[in-house]
């Protein structure tokens, strides 16, 4: 199927009135976005293997002893092939391709943002197989779970958890808004929340990762783009708590609201990333009691800071914590600050990089400001991304946007790399 016959079946799922999308982990619209891909992945004839983790491989098994290139499957004996990339990683057993992104979304978020990673490598298959072309290594299409971080607080979770980038011990005991807990939420869809963790049987079986994405700016001025790196940014919550009280009778001198502190450190926040060349967002906020006639009783605040080293962005951090602080003295509010998570800059890999410049007649290279699984992945796999222009340069928004021509040409570029890494 074309790119443009894959998109509109997952283009409903999801989408909330305003027409961003609300698909967050383990939710009726994260099933429903689980089950079209576990349908294309039938129709495709591809093996589904759902993980440890919650994150889903549809993987093409092209082998004629029906190695089915999941993780757990022996890995093939030196064959006599020409060494390359992916053999001088692994020494010939890390030999699957793997492709494919996430479908959860952010709150109100856009189509795009990981399902267009996900369309294209089923489409990039298509291409594949419409010219003929079959593989000689496991090539594999990878569905991340929690990617964006949505609903259980850490972004790249499935990721964070396959690779060992998280305590599983932590990530059990995660929880979203409504206080249910990662592991509960994963047992109610029928997985064991004792065996999440790592898996180096998966990863020992994985040559490289090649992740599709929208891009989340405006810098690409053509159809396709190459990653060269991602920021370092982390996500750190404050907790300010002062004395709930009510709006009319008590004193400005008596009180200790913690909105206070928390509006001071919002601003903060912006001064700081200027000071620094960095980005700040606090774009979420929880307030209890949350009544139009009460003080608060407690302000929970989340901050995102990213920046191109990881120098600029704990010196922004220091800066806004140090604001907060004092201004939590003044109010008489306590302050508490956590850091939630944290990815250092991710440089891909510089020979898959050039390669993927190479095969597609020397695409621009770029930088991201944007958290992929891709860069957790790198820490472990030769990993490399692709990026399709985005002419709003909007992205976790209803008004992310990709061209169908763009699209099209990224999973035309898609089935070129793929083509160039697993049939060889
Ligand atoms: C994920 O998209 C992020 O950059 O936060
Ligand atoms: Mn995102
Ligand atoms: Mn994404």
Not at 136 to 165: H, I, K, N, Q, Y
Not at 366 to 393: E, K, Q, Y
Not at 394 to 407: F, G, M, N, T
């Amino acid at each position: 199927m074309s790119f443009e016959d894959l998109w509109p079946g997952l283009l409903p799922v999801g989408r909330a009135r305003g027409g961003g999308y609300r698909r967050f982990s383990w939710t009726e619209a994260d099933r429903e976005c689980r089950a079209w891909f576990a349908q294309e992945a039938v129709r495709r004839g591809l093996t589904l293997e759902r993980d440890r983790n919650g994150n889903l491989v549809a993987w093409w098994d092209t082998s004629a002893d029906g190695d089915s290139g999941a993780p757990g499957d022996e890995g093939r004996a030196d064959d006599g092939r020409r060494p390359d990339l992916l053999d001088d990683v692994g020494g010939g057993r890390r030999d699957a391709v793997l492709t494919g992104s996430h479908l959860d979304s952010v709150p109100d978020g856009g189509a795009y943002d990981g399902p267009l990673g996900v369309v294209s490598a089923l489409a990039a298959i298509d291409l594949m197989r419409e010219r003929g072309v079959t593989p000689s290594r496991p090539l594999g299409v990878a569905v991340f779970t929690e990617e964006e971080g949505a609903r259980f607080g850490v972004a790249c979770l499935g990721s964070r958890l396959m690779t060992g980038a998280i305590d599983p011990d932590r990530a059990r005991g995660l929880r979203d808004g409504d206080g249910v807990s990662w592991a509960d939420a994963i047992a109610a869809e029928g997985y064991d929340p004792g065996a999440i963790g790592p898996d180096p049987a998966f990863l020992g079986r994985v040559g490289c990762f090649v992740e599709l994405h929208v891009e989340q700016g405006r810098v690409l001025d053509a159809p396709v783009g190459v990653g060269s790196a991602i920021w370092p940014h982390g996500r750190w919550r404050f907790d300010f708590t002062g004395q709930g009280n009510h709006a009319g009778t008590t004193l400005l001198g008596d009180r200790r609201d913690p909105m206070l502190p928390f509006a001071r450190t919002v601003l903060a926040a912006r001064e700081a990333a200027e000071r620094y060349d960095a980005v700040a967002t606090m774009g979420k906020v929880r307030v209890t009691p949350n009544g139009v006639n009460a003080i608060p009783s407690e302000v929970r605040a989340w901050l995102d800071t990213r920046a191109p080293d990881d120098a600029a962005v704990r010196a922004t951090v220091a800066a806004i914590a140090a604001v907060a602080e004092e201004a939590a003295g003044w109010h008489g509010v306590d302050v508490g600050l956590s850091e939630e998570s944290y990815t250092e800059v991710v440089d891909f890999h510089v020979d898959l990089r050039d390669r993927l410049v190479k095969t597609l007649g020397g695409a621009p290279v770029l930088p991201t400001g944007a958290g992929h699984d891709a860069g957790i992945l790198s820490a472990h796999v030769p990993t490399a991304m692709l990026f399709v222009r985005n002419p709003t340069g909007v992205s976790h928004a209803p008004e992310e946007y990709a061209e169908p021509a763009d699209c099209r040409a990224g999973a035309e570029a898609l089935a070129a790399v793929l083509t160039d890494l697993a049939c060889r």
